[in-house]
């Protein structure tokens, strides 16, 4: 299964990663994606950008380096109810949005507040993937997370960053993810989560566990540029309706 996108990429407005837009679609390019995904962290996140950030990133050409821009966010989930943390009229704009705990966001707690964390954002109809949902410092009812996301369409990350030491522990969570996945038909997306250049397109490791549990090309949303675009339309189609609904009052 060759991966075409990479959905979860920071560049150095995130505050603690190093390399510019162009510079990560020049090393998307090199490691033959289609298409990129910009997910600066969002707001609350220490030294994340203002919301503005995510507003103004239609100034950022379609493509670069022929490679396919779409343009996001890691937004972070504040609370058990899952409410995220910009405006809501901001996500309205915004083609791929990544939500996760953070610990400098939302402090770790018990099993049952980060599983109504997790169910809570998917809920909200303003987001396509849950990122490292395998953190070992937020257990989480897996089983519960998974069929709420295959229930309402939203990916479950597998995060190649998580699998190389940036969150100890994580593997035999992912593989329990994805397995569980697997069996519900949940959507799989793939995230290098790369703070550098050189790491954009990195997924050695997610590919590794794709095909060690079996999922199916249908399932992840990043294995042809057919899925993927059929994905990023029914998922912005849903946010923006959501998003008029909730400014709507």
Known sequence: ??????????????GHAYSTVIENAKAAKDAGLTY?????????????????????????????????????TEANILNEHGELDM?????????????????????????????SAMI???????IDAIAHPGNPSFPIDMEAVIKTAAAHGVALELNNSSLNGSRKGSEPNCLEIAEIARDCGAFISTGSDAHFASDIGRLDDVANIIKTVGLRESQVVTSQSSIFEEYLEKRQSIRKRRVSELLAG
């Not at 309205?92 to 610990?103: I, K, P, Q, Y």
């Not at 809570?120 to 303003?126: D, P």
Request: charged share 15%.
């Open 1 to 14: 299964m060759k991966l075409v996108a990479d959905t979860h990429t920071h560049t150095l407005a995130s």
């Open 36 to 72: 990129l995904c910009v997910t600066d962290h969002a707001s609350t996140m220490p030294g994340a950008p203002h919301f503005w950030h995510f507003v103004n990133q239609r100034v950022i050409p379609d493509v670069l380096s022929d490679v396919r821009i779409i343009r996001g």
């Open 87 to 115: 405006p809501t009229y901001v996500y309205g704009n915004l083609e791929w949005v990544n939500a996760s705990l953070h610990e400098p966001v939302f402090r770790p707690s018990s099993k049952a507040a980060h599983t």
């Open 120 to 126: 809570g954002a998917i809920k909200t109809g303003l």
